[in-house]
């Protein structure tokens, strides 16, 4: 009866791991269908702007507002994009489920951190206290994530809203 009932143990761990490991990886994204406005970046005198793009691929959930992760091409020069939309300063690229395979955080970190690609503002708070930032390489690969911002990361740690910060929404 011992034998069985710690198979039985093992069994259950198992099946409640794979299943853990699934909802995680899989069960919660979504694929995004192109709208024809999904890459957007803000432009320091006319506000957040559509910018040409190509073979966008993006998943998101709702489980979390920091899920939304994106891959495209833009043809616009690098240089025209820096003169003319706002800078993302500390952009720290999430990483994707291993099957989203445009996608590497690593890839992208190493490439701003070296200065290689520029990270920019396209929508400030598309969720409360969450940013989507764009990253794009000289090539015109570009790369697009949810990113916690320092609002968030001060009110969702349980304090009130730092100066300057929007007033947390209304909870229902």
């Not at 006319?46 to 899920?67: C, H, K, L, N, Q």
């Not at 503002?121 to 015109?140: C, H, K, L, Q, W």
Request: charged fraction near 20%.
């Amino acid at each position: 009866m011992g034998k069985f009932l710690a198979a039985l143990i093992v069994i259950c761990a198992v099946v409640g791991g794979a299943g853990l490991y699934y909802t995680q990886v899989y069960a919660f994204y979504d694929p995004v269908e192109p709208t024809g406005q999904d890459v957007v970046l803000t432009s320091a005198t006319e506000g957040p702007m559509v910018i040409p793009y190509t073979d966008f691929e993006a998943i998101d959930a709702t489980s979390s507002p920091i899920r939304y992760r994106a891959c495209f091409r833009t043809d616009v020069p690098l240089e025209t994009l820096e003169e003319e939309f706002v800078a993302y300063d500390n952009a720290e690229p999430l990483e994707a489920p291993y099957w989203f395979g445009c996608y590497s955080a690593d890839g992208i970190g190493e490439a701003l951190e070296t200065g290689r690609a520029k990270a920019f503002m396209s929508v400030e708070n598309v969720t409360y206290g969450v940013d989507r930032i764009v990253a794009i390489f000289p090539e015109g690969n570009g790369y697009a994530w949810h990113q916690i911002n320092r609002c968030g990361e001060v009110v969702f740690g349980g304090q009130p809203a730092p100066e300057g910060c929007p007033p947390m929404p209304a909870q229902q």
